[in-house]
């Protein structure tokens, strides 16, 4: 089943004589539970892509579907909610707030819908992400590895269709890296979870189904690696 469909999308930064082509009329699809893995050398595009598919900024071309739902036709309103529910995003820098606890960090985007915690989701979830005796403790107090866990904690509380990551492993220690690599291979080969990760570490991109090179805003390469 095709969960996300990109079509023709382009995004340019700025206008004039200072713009900034970042996005070149790209088109691919991702069926459900593939793991991809971008690649491509820096100032290529990959995070202006990643951000087009995650609803953060709105491209200057083209469309993106989720599921049957073409994002950029929703309002702002419409599309901040939609994006809190289908799309978890993880960042290199964990983007945690630092006076909230680690579950009131990871219910966040309920909360900001006005949604209900299902205690028994939440226990699962705080399990699968070993966090069990740290909810009561601020972002602060944990390790590198244990904050990006509690961002994956965040971006997966709503259940969403994608998860979309920007250098997941980019600011842990090599163990913290590994351990975050085989969390995610698991979300992916246990739960289906769909993935779409941006990443300069080699260790991701052997993991993943599927690896796209972006150069120059646009597709240099899109590899089945197994499957
Ligand atoms: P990558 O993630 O591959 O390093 P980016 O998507 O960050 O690439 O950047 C692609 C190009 O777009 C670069 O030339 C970058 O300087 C430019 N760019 C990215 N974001 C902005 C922005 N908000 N305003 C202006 N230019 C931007
Ligand atoms: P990355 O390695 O993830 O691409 P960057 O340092 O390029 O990190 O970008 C960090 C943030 O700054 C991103 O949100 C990107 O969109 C924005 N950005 C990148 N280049 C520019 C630019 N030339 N002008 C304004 N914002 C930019």
Do not use: C, W
Request: negative net charge.
């Amino acid at each position: 089943m095709e969960i996300l469909k990109i079509e023709h999308l382009s995004k340019t930064y700025g206008k004039g004589e200072s713009a900034v082509k970042a996005l070149d009329d790209v088109s691919f699809s991702v069926q459900k539970g593939e793991f991809v893995a971008i690649i491509g050398p820096s100032g290529s595009g990959k995070s202006t892509l990643l951000h087009m598919l995650g609803g953060v900024d709105r491209p200057t071309g083209g469309n993106v579907f989720v599921e049957e739902t073409d994002m950029y036709a929703l309002n702002e309103t419409q599309l901040a909610i939609f994006r809190r529910r289908q799309i978890g995003l993880i960042y290199q820098f964990f983007n945690l707030i630092p006076v909230l606890t680690v579950e009131e960090n990871m219910t966040l985007p309920l909360l900001l819908d006005q949604q209900k915690v299902d205690k028994k989701q939440l226990d699962s979830l705080v399990n699968t992400l070993n966090l069990q005796h740290r909810l009561n403790h601020l972002p602060n107090q944990l390790s590198g590895g244990q904050q990006q866990r509690v961002s994956i904690g965040r971006a997966l509380i709503s259940n969403p269709a994608i998860m979309l990551a920007d250098e997941p492993t980019g600011n842990l220690d090599s163990k913290n890296s590994s351990e975050i690599v085989d969390l995610l291979k698991m979300l992916n080969k246990t739960y289906h979870q769909t993935l779409i990760v941006i990443t300069h570490d080699e260790r991701i991109a052997l993991q993943a189904d599927r690896i796209i090179s972006i150069e120059d805003g646009r597709i240099a390469k899109d590899e089945v690696i197994r499957r």
